[in-house]
């Protein structure tokens, strides 16, 4: 018999359509289940929602994912599990059912409605990517994300930083560059997301804090960059970094 076939007829071109059903979401149990094996029991698991077009609501989600989290929290009690905000793909059918500010917002509600106890990794640069190229982006565009975003910050436990450069052709290339070289030199426009970053954070809560950038030269701008805003990190030698 053929070990997991919901989760491996559940693709469009070799894309995976994560979240397709309940049977897909025991099935991703028993898939984390075998890869862990004897191993101890994971710190976090980290999620990616699904796509509109077999799953265009967020109560829809919600219904398949309790599958998931109610037989996961039975195995792993101590595990936190975190849902990541999405924007590009090269599935050709749908979009990310949670891709913008509002999108994340949207589905602290829900989840909240429904008593689920899944958290939210914030990957800023995906949240500005969906409203539109970084350098057409105003002030006021980045102003609105955070305000929008502050109420629901209780359910942000983790966030994905990363920058953006250029290369010789002039297109941008994702996780290869600092703050500096995302904003492209505007240092107001840097300063207004790095204030913004800091009010929606600064709530006495530890976070983790997954630099997603290519370069050991850039990971210590963005912190430097980060300290110099009044962001502090804890650490444990073989744990965790928080923020």
């Given at each position: 018999?053929?070990?997991?076939?919901?989760?491996?007829?559940?693709?469009?071109?070799?894309?995976?359509?994560?979240?397709?059903?309940?049977m897909?979401?025991?099935?991703?149990?028993d898939?984390i289940q075998?890869?862990?094996?004897?191993?101890?029991?994971?710190?976090?698991?980290?999620i990616?929602?699904p796509f509109?077009?077999?799953?265009?609501?967020?109560e829809?989600?919600?219904?398949?994912?309790?599958?998931?989290?109610e037989?996961?929290?039975a195995?792993?009690?101590?595990?936190?599990?975190?849902?990541?905000?999405r924007?590009g793909?090269?599935?050709?059918?749908?979009?990310?059912l949670?891709?913008?500010?509002q999108?994340?917002?949207d589905?602290?509600?829900?989840?909240?409605?429904?008593?689920?106890r899944?958290?939210?990794?914030?990957?800023?640069?995906?949240?500005?990517?969906?409203?539109?190229?970084?350098?057409?982006?105003?002030s006021?565009?980045?102003?609105a994300?955070f305000?929008?975003?502050?109420?629901?910050?209780?359910?942000?436990?983790?966030i994905?930083?990363?920058?953006?450069?250029?290369?010789?052709?002039?297109?941008?290339?994702?996780?290869?560059?600092n703050?500096?070289?995302?904003?492209?030199?505007?240092?107001?426009?840097?300063?207004?997301?790095?204030?913004?970053?800091?009010?929606?954070?600064?709530?006495?809560?530890?976070?983790?804090?997954?630099?997603?950038?290519?370069?050991?030269?850039?990971?210590?701008?963005?912190?430097t960059?980060?300290?110099?805003?009044?962001?502090?990190?804890?650490?444990?030698v073989?744990?965790r970094?928080?923020?």
């Amino acid at each position: 018999m053929q070990k997991f076939p919901a989760i491996k007829t559940a693709n469009i071109d070799g894309v995976p359509q994560l979240w397709r059903n309940p049977m897909w979401a025991e099935e991703f149990v028993d898939f984390i289940q075998a890869i862990i094996g004897e191993n101890e029991a994971p710190l976090l698991i980290e999620i990616h929602p699904p796509f509109r077009d077999y799953c265009p609501s967020l109560e829809e989600f919600c219904s398949v994912y309790r599958v998931f989290e109610e037989r996961i929290s039975a195995v792993y009690p101590k595990t936190e599990i975190l849902i990541e905000n999405r924007f590009g793909t090269t599935y050709k059918k749908g979009k990310f059912l949670v891709s913008s500010y509002q999108d994340v917002v949207d589905l602290v509600s829900e989840l909240e409605g429904h008593g689920l106890r899944l958290q939210i990794v914030l990957d800023v640069p995906q949240l500005i990517s969906q409203m539109g190229d970084v350098s057409r982006i105003s002030s006021r565009q980045i102003e609105a994300m955070f305000s929008t975003l502050k109420p629901c910050r209780a359910k942000i436990r983790s966030i994905h930083l990363w920058g953006k450069r250029r290369n010789n052709k002039g297109r941008w290339c994702a996780h290869a560059g600092n703050l500096d070289t995302y904003f492209e030199g505007n240092h107001g426009m840097k300063e207004c997301f790095l204030t913004g970053l800091f009010d929606l954070l600064n709530d006495d809560r530890p976070r983790y804090f997954v630099p997603e950038v290519n370069s050991n030269q850039d990971v210590a701008a963005i912190v430097t960059d980060l300290l110099s805003f009044g962001f502090t990190f804890q650490t444990s030698v073989g744990q965790r970094g928080d923020i």
